[in-house]
């Protein structure tokens, strides 16, 4: 019998319409457009603006782009997983919603939380429920409202991060196309470093953590960039290694869209032509558990049937990992 791998069968995106760009954000707190492009190759970001629309909207939207594209009965899909750091409510899960709300009246669903890393997680755990033959379809979106956590009076994080949400379809494939390989770890000496404080157990809502802004997004910059560079670029490293393959093997790099410096850095310790770096932080920003799916969506049509991507990604707790890919269509 055949050895059944989980592949990616389609792909969605969705992105707000209302851009925060540069020029606007010089309005708002003390910086200039050369000092963000120059340290983070942002340009602008997208922006849910409507307060009465969560993350769960971006979800769905991206959902229903894949669903159109792929004509997909929702019937079909048997999971949802949503990767988000800005869940709808606690408790409540958002995947669980989504699912719904695209019609997968047949599918089971839950939310998965690693930072910026929830997407890569979530492949690791598509493929899990896909090898084991119980599941054919399962879907997985990577969604984050993080202009919903954002103090728009720090500059060390307003600039950075901006809304939006991919999708991608995981099915059965015996042709050894799929996810080959996988290298994933954390470590909690993160925690301190990249965090939203309060809202959770720890330090429930009050009146005292809503005055002292414990409800937005604090990081350390310098800590969480050293971290990113040599933990991203490593994990990429062994998973080369392990596969046999050298940097000619490789078609594509789609690494988490948090900073230019950190993809460069971990292209260049694979030995990887710029060209064959996928980049799309310009646009977007930091869209947390979107940006590697919304790589996908906006580079499908240049991905070919049987190309060697390596997915590689960085997050707060600390997570982080790498994945080696056979892309499985032509689009």
């Not at 319409?17 to 010089?26: H, R």
């Not at 093997?249 to 971990?266: C, F, G, K, M, S």
Request: net charge negative; glycine share 8%; charged share 25%.
């Amino acid at each position: 019998m055949a050895k059944i791998n989980a592949a990616i069968t389609a792909v969605g995106k969705y992105v707000p319409d209302y851009i925060l760009t540069n020029k606007e954000l010089e309005k708002i707190v003390e910086t200039n457009d050369e000092w963000i492009t120059s340290r983070t190759g942002i340009k602008e970001r997208r922006i849910l603006k409507d307060k009465d629309k969560p993350t769960s909207y971006l979800a769905i939207k991206a959902a229903e782009d894949l669903i159109q594209k792929k004509g997909l009965d929702p019937k079909e899909i048997d999971l949802v997983l949503v990767g988000t750091a800005t869940p709808d409510m606690n408790v409540a899960s958002t995947a669980v919603y989504v699912a719904t709300q695209i019609g997968a009246v047949n599918a089971f669903g839950y939310d998965l939380q690693a930072a910026c890393s929830s997407f890569l997680y979530a492949m690791s755990t598509a493929a899990a429920y896909i090898e084991s033959g119980r599941y054919k379809k399962v879907l997985i979106i990577g969604a984050d409202k993080m202009s919903s956590i954002i103090d728009y009076e720090d500059r060390t994080t307003c600039i950075i991060f901006g809304d939006g949400a991919g999708a991608a379809l995981f099915e059965p494939n015996t042709e050894g196309l799929g996810l080959q390989d996988e290298y994933l770890r954390s470590d909690g000496i993160g925690r301190e470093f990249l965090k939203m404080e309060a809202g959770g157990s720890l330090n429930p809502a009050s009146h005292e953590t809503v005055d002292n802004k414990q409800h937005y997004i604090r990081q350390e910059g310098r800590t969480v960039f050293k971290y990113a560079v040599s933990n991203m670029a490593d994990a990429a490293v062994k998973v080369l290694e392990r596969n046999n393959l050298t940097n000619d093997d490789v078609d594509w790099l789609a690494a988490h869209q948090a900073n230019t410096r950190i993809i460069e850095a971990t292209a260049k310790r694979i030995e990887l032509d710029k060209d064959k770096v996928m980049m799309n932080i310009q646009n977007y920003g930091n869209t947390t558990s979107g940006t590697l799916p919304l790589l996908l969506a906006d580079y499908e049509k240049q991905l070919k049937k049987g190309d060697n991507v390596i997915f590689a990604a960085f997050g707060g707790g600390f997570t982080w990992g790498a994945t080696y890919l056979k892309w499985a269509y032509n689009s």
